[in-house]
């Protein structure tokens, strides 16, 4: 999971055909050319992936002000509910051992690490790889290994911020290798969440990578993440243990226009970007993977989402869903393994608001924002150069009496609303109201755990810091409210 954009992949048609292990999996998998996150951001997103539930109910969103983004910046005071079951913890009961590489996101107070979560080994960040900081400020970011740091960003792992050089996905590599090895020697059940950062910016790529992609930095740290995972994939071809393993490849909000093209990928025809609910900002690229089982070549056109993931993996390892809370994700296996068309709606959420839904073909905004004048004055574009009058709207514009309706399927790219006056206009509102009605009428928004900031609560002193002679003093408690702008 990271944030790439629906048009990164060869597959999915980027120009310069840079993703040849990607493309080769899709080959020999399924594309989902259909596929969404359940936010157009990474911290929620994430959340999502992991309970199968939609942000809204976990508590991955703020109530600040009116549909606005939220995420898990250093001096977040909230992260994942101990109420939430997620996927790892489910998966213990049938005897997986779990690990996730890379960055978690969902709160990096002690409470909240991934060890306290179902998850049994951790090698990655708590937060982006944002910095370098003075530590006065700002801490720099800690990298864990398991419950205790190793050290931190830019200190003892380097991210050389001119050139673009780090050599952190090849450390993620080497990681996610010898986690299969130690598992298959074992013949242990495993899970393995692979969440690599490079293409979110900073953008990185190691040495052997940077300058090679006709895309500049940003390409090279796709082609590093390609070459990744062509390597991981062989490498459960070599061990013999393909035939029993399920691979997932997808991202956790489209690409980031803002710090496009040089830190920023491509979300193909799809309107604007990453913080938007428009398909450019939640279209995902996704492939699953899994020979023996997965007709080669495939392409569903299921609608799917990262929180189908939760439900897919409970089904493949034969256990039950939580029957005592609401799951979003639907299961994949009838869809993936028979062509199977399974009929659900895609909620598309920003904070606490429903902007839009999609069901079969047609997708309606009852909401529509890009971001504000203030920030698109400052130069903060999630559309650039595409500006949709009436649809890529600079303040908050609700259409819940006469939601703009767009037909995917002939316009992707959202350029065209469909008319008000038409029938089909009549017939397919008609279809999707009771559904949007029924989701708001049954909703039981969780408690938010956006909405709370303090710098006391930052990586100043993580557990492990100790033994390093790394600790910082934090300063003062002063919890207010999070700004969140978009």
């Known amino acids: 999971m990271m944030r790439m954009g629906w048009g990164d992949l060869g597959a999915f048609g980027e120009p310069s055909k840079e993703t040849p292990n990607l493309d080769q999996m899709a080959a020999e998998g399924m594309l989902f050319p259909n596929f969404y996150t359940a936010n157009p951001l990474c911290s929620p997103s994430r959340a999502a992936l992991l309970t199968g539930r939609l942000p809204i109910r976990n508590g991955f969103y703020t109530t600040n002000a009116h549909a606005r983004n939220a995420y898990a910046p250093q001096e977040i005071v909230g992260g994942i509910p101990d109420s939430e079951l997620l996927l790892p913890e489910l998966l213990k009961k049938a005897g997986y051992v779990n690990k996730i590489i890379g960055k978690w996101h969902l709160g990096h107070r002690p409470q909240f690490h991934p060890l306290k979560h179902g998850f049994d080994e951790w090698f990655g960040s708590p937060n982006c ?143 604007c970007g990453k913080q938007t609910t428009f398909e450019g900002g939640m279209r995902e690229p996704a492939i699953a993977w899994w020979p023996g089982y997965i007709p080669a070549g495939q392409v569903s056109h299921q609608l799917g989402s990262v929180m189908d993931l939760f439900t897919t993996s409970l089904s493949l390892a034969g256990l039950q869903l939580p029957n005592d809370r609401q799951i979003d994700g639907v299961d994949l296996l009838p869809a993936v ?127 492990g810091c100790k033994k390093l002679g790394k600790c910082l003093e934090p300063p003062t408690s002063n919890p207010t409210k999070c700004f969140w702008p978009h």
């Not at 979110?200 to 390409?219: I, M």
């Not at 390597?231 to 691979?247: A, E, P, Y």
């Not at 490849?249 to 830190?263: C, E, H, R, V, W």
Request: proline letters at 7%; one cysteine or more; hydrophobic letters at 35%.
């Open 129 to 271: 790889h944002f910095g370098p900081y003075n530590n006065k400020d700002f801490p720099n970011l800690p990298v864990y290994r398991d419950q205790e740091m190793i050290g931190r960003y830019y200190e003892d792992f380097k991210i050389d911020l001119k050139t673009g050089e780090a050599n952190l996905t090849q450390i993620y590599l080497k990681e996610a290798l010898d986690f299969i090895n130690r598992q298959q020697a074992s013949q242990q059940p495993f899970f393995l969440y692979w969440a690599i950062d490079a293409t979110h910016a900073p953008v990185y790529a190691s040495k052997d990578f940077l300058g090679t992609s006709q895309r500049g930095l940003y390409g090279d740290a796709v082609r590093e993440i390609d070459d990744s995972i062509g390597k991981i994939l062989k490498h459960l071809q070599k061990l013999g243990i393909s035939k029993n393993t399920f691979v997932f490849f997808t991202s956790d909000n489209g690409a980031a226009l803002i710090s496009a093209p040089k830190q920023g990928g491509s979300n193909g025809p799809f309107l």
């Open 337 to 463: 393994l028979q062509g199977k068309l399974i009929d659900r709606p895609i909620f598309y959420y920003r904070g606490n608001e429903m902007m839009a839904v999609r069901v079969g073909l047609y997708k309606a905004h009852y909401w529509t924002w890009s971001n504000s004048w203030e920030e698109y004055s400052k130069g903060i574009d999630f559309c650039p150069g595409q500006n949709i009058s009436g649809v890529t709207t600079h303040t908050q514009e609700e259409h819940t009496l006469l939601p703009l309706l767009f037909h995917l399927g002939r316009d992707p790219g959202e350029k065209y609303p469909v008319r008000f006056a038409s029938p089909e206009y009549e017939a397919v509102i008609k279809r999707i109201s009771p559904i949007v009605d029924q989701h708001k009428a049954t909703l039981v928004p969780g408690e938010p755990q956006l909405n709370l900031c303090d710098r006391a609560v930052m990586n100043w002193a993580p557990p």
